[in-house]
């Protein structure tokens, strides 16, 4: 997931995006815990997500609040 397509999304849709990553995540460490996970790096990706839709969030934040 691109920057530039998750600042597309609606306030709505990020959070509920971000609830979906944060529950795949937890999915992926619990796989990862019993040698299930077949692409490590995964775990990875979902994590740069994460960060990736708080970020935007958090400039919106910033940006209403001026």
């Not at 397509?5 to 509920?16: D, G, P, Y």
């Not at 992926?28 to 994460?50: C, E, G, M, S, Y």
Request: hydrophobic share 35%.
């Amino acid at each position: 997931m691109k920057a530039n397509e998750v600042r597309e999304l609606s306030l709505e849709e990020l959070t509920k995006k971000l609830a979906d990553l944060k529950e795949e995540l937890f999915h992926l460490k619990f796989q990862h815990t019993t040698n299930q996970l077949d692409n490590p790096q995964r775990i990875v990706a979902v994590k740069k997500d994460i960060a990736r839709v708080n970020t935007i969030l958090r400039e919106r934040e910033l940006r209403e609040g001026k």
